[in-house]
Nanobody, 122 residues
Framework: QVQLVESGGGLVQPGGSLRLSCEISGRLSNIGGMGWYRQAPGKERELVARITDGITRYSDSVLGRFTISRDFAEDGAKSALILEMRNLKPEDTALYSC?????????????WGRGTQVTVSS
């Protein structure tokens, strides 16, 4: 199994920055691509950014403002998916969730965290 726990959300003013972290534990060798998604009230969940084998892609709405990366702990027991967010806008307000794609023994499965709330408001 894989466990995902997000942190780092909060209230920030427009133009501000936040750093989201998704701590990953479990069968790390069975995780492929990972990503951040968000869902605003009354809207469908949308992709923010994904990283697979070091290759990143972003939604047009965050390109140039957000950066996704993955940190690997030396002991290999845990890992983290990071989302650096700059120049935040009110329309970035949403619940941000971390997603992991299973491979090998976990092929075909997807894993989600519970999310962390980001609110951009003056």
């Amino acid at each position: 199994q894989v466990q995902l726990v997000e942190s780092g959300g909060g209230l920030v003013q427009p133009g501000g920055s936040l750093r989201l972290s998704c701590e990953i534990s479990g069968r790390l060798s069975n995780i492929g691509g990972m990503g951040w998604y968000r869902q605003a009230p009354g809207k469908e969940r949308e992709l923010v950014a994904r990283i697979t084998d070091g290759i990143t892609r972003y939604s047009d709405s965050v390109l140039g403002r957000f950066t996704i990366s993955r940190d690997f702990a030396e002991d290999g027991a845990k890992s983290a998916l990071i989302l650096e967010m700059r120049n935040l806008k009110p329309e970035d307000t949403a619940l941000y969730s971390c997603n992991a794609e299973g491979i090998r023994l976990l092929r075909g499965r997807e894993f989600w965290g519970r999310g962390t709330q980001v609110t951009v408001s003056s």
